[in-house]
């Protein structure tokens, strides 16, 4: 089986060709070309909905049925935010790598500000697979639960992964191995459940 990820996340599709590559699925990134088609705006009040314009737009567009993930960190003490708007918390930063440090420190600086001494938190993963007529051919949902540091800590993943930590191991998902966030993250139980879809 082979599927097109239609994301502009280098981190998303290492991870999803990780996890399904070991299941022998064949994963493959937007073209060259494809890559400077219009991104769909992500107007969606929810995960699922955002995965369902990506998926749709970039189906369209592409001519190929292609999957989207729309992800991000919902934190309990901060009334579920940043949520949808995960990517573009903080608004700031050329590279994608900025963005995600400006994220994390708004996010911190956010939470300091309550008075919450733990803050419950966790990773929602929404793929969708569509046709380029439109039709869904497929939905799934994960989540990854775990407690907002204070400290940020580790090098390994992306985006929030130094804040989550996972107290089971004692570690962020940011220390987790490559492969121990991919066996657990979720993004791995979202495409475990399409997995059976399709
Ligand atoms: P596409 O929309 O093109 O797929 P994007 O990076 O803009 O790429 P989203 O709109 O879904 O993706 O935003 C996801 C944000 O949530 C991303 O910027 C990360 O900061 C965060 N995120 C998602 N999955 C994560 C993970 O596994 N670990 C850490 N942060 C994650």
């Not at 969606?44 to 369902?52: I, L, P, Q, R």
């Not at 800590?153 to 962020?172: A, E, I, Q, S």
């Amino acid at each position: 089986m082979n599927i097109l990820l239609a994301t502009s996340n280098p981190h998303k599709l290492e991870e999803v060709q990780a996890i399904l590559g070991s299941r022998g699925i064949c994963v493959v990134g937007l073209t060259e070309t494809e890559r400077l088609l219009d991104e769909p705006v992500e107007d969606a009040d929810s995960f699922s909905g955002n995965a369902k314009l990506k998926a749709v737009g970039y189906a369209e567009a592409t001519g190929k049925r292609c999957m989207a993930d729309d992800s991000g960190l919902v934190v309990d003490a901060l009334g579920g935010a940043p949520g949808v708007y995960s990517a573009r918390y903080a608004g700031v930063g050329d590279t994608r790598e900025e963005r995600d440090a400006a994220n994390n420190k708004l996010l911190l600086e956010s939470l300091a500000k309550t008075d919450t001494q733990e803050s419950t938190a966790r990773f929602v993963c929404s793929l969708c697979i569509a046709d380029p007529d439109g039709t869904v051919v497929a939905e799934s949902e994960g989540t990854f639960e775990g407690v907002i540091t204070t400290t940020p800590r580790g090098v390994n993943g992306f985006g929030y992964d130094p804040l989550l930590f996972l107290p089971d191991v004692g570690m962020t998902s940011a220390e987790l191995s490559t492969e121990d966030k991919n066996a657990r993250s979720h993004r791995s139980v979202a495409l475990r459940n399409i997995l059976k879809q399709l």
